[in-house]
């Protein structure tokens, strides 16, 4: 089992519509989590981070974090094409050794 | 705030030779950076942990003696990569955790090794 797993896609939505990304890990002591997107060819930038239960919102993101089932989600309200992009899931493990371990990301697509 | 620069953006070496790879925390100080190396169409993967004024902890299977890192202040880290070959050839990454902030990533470097 992967650390941390994503659907690869490709998923595709119409312009203006809710974008839903998933991703699970495996390690249940896991504290932090975060959400990056990144374009062809460019480096990962950070849409936002969770590490309480529940959801966080920060504009048209929504992301939601479930410790339980261990099981995070990124939500893009009102999809624009610049949102075309693979978004990645990160893991910051427990313990003193703060590294992140990705998941292998998701494509996204959004349909003008 | 919590900027992170890399240089170069890209780079072209023959096989055989050296290239060195610089990341700056530009407003913070970051003790720990991160190197990661990506293939087309992959995730990223961590290499190593460079940790300022102390050897960097490299991840299984990356050759330490391949992949020199040096953490010599609170704000530079680089990574050379010695005696480069085309399977070299990736899409580095170094990235620094501020506090407060997320792990922030440099722009990358495109090494194409010919």
């Known amino acids: 089992q992967k650390e941390v797993e994503q659907n690869s896609g490709p998923l595709s939505v119409p312009e203006g519509a809710i974008a839903s990304l998933n991703c699970t890990y495996s390690?249940?002591?896991?504290?932090?989590f975060f959400w990056y997107r990144q374009y062809s060819g460019k480096s990962p930038e950070l849409i936002m981070f969770?590490?309480?239960?529940g959801d966080k919102e920060d504009g048209r993101f929504t992301a939601q974090l479930n410790k339980a089932s261990q099981y995070v989600s990124l939500l893009i309200r009102d999809s624009q094409p610049s949102d075309s992009a693979t978004y990645l899931c990160?893991?910051?493990?427990?313990?003193?050794?703060?590294?992140?371990?990705f998941g292998s990301g998701t494509q996204l697509t959004v349909l003008p | 705030g919590a900027v992170v620069s890399q240089h170069p953006s890209w780079v072209i070496c023959k096989s055989g030779t050296s290239v060195k790879i610089e990341c700056r925390s530009l407003?913070?100080?970051?003790?720990?950076m991160f190197w990661y190396r990506q293939f087309p169409k992959q995730s990223l993967m961590l290499m190593a942990t460079?940790?300022?004024?102390?050897?960097?902890?490299?991840e299984q299977g990356v050759e330490k003696d391949k992949f020199l890192i040096n953490h010599a202040s609170l704000t530079l880290s680089t990574l050379t990569v010695t005696s480069a070959h085309p399977e070299d050839s990736s899409f580095y990454i170094c990235?620094?955790?501020?506090?407060?902030?997320?792990?922030?990533f440099g722009s990358g470097t495109r090494l194409t090794v010919v």
């Open positions: 407003d913070f100080q970051a003790t720990t």
């Open positions: 969770i590490y309480s239960n």
């Open positions: 460079s940790n300022e004024g102390s050897k960097a902890t490299y």
């Open positions: 990160a893991v910051e493990r427990a313990g003193s050794a703060r590294q992140l371990t």
């Open positions: 990235s620094a955790r501020p506090a407060l902030y997320g792990y922030t």
């Open positions: 390690d249940r002591g896991s504290q932090s």
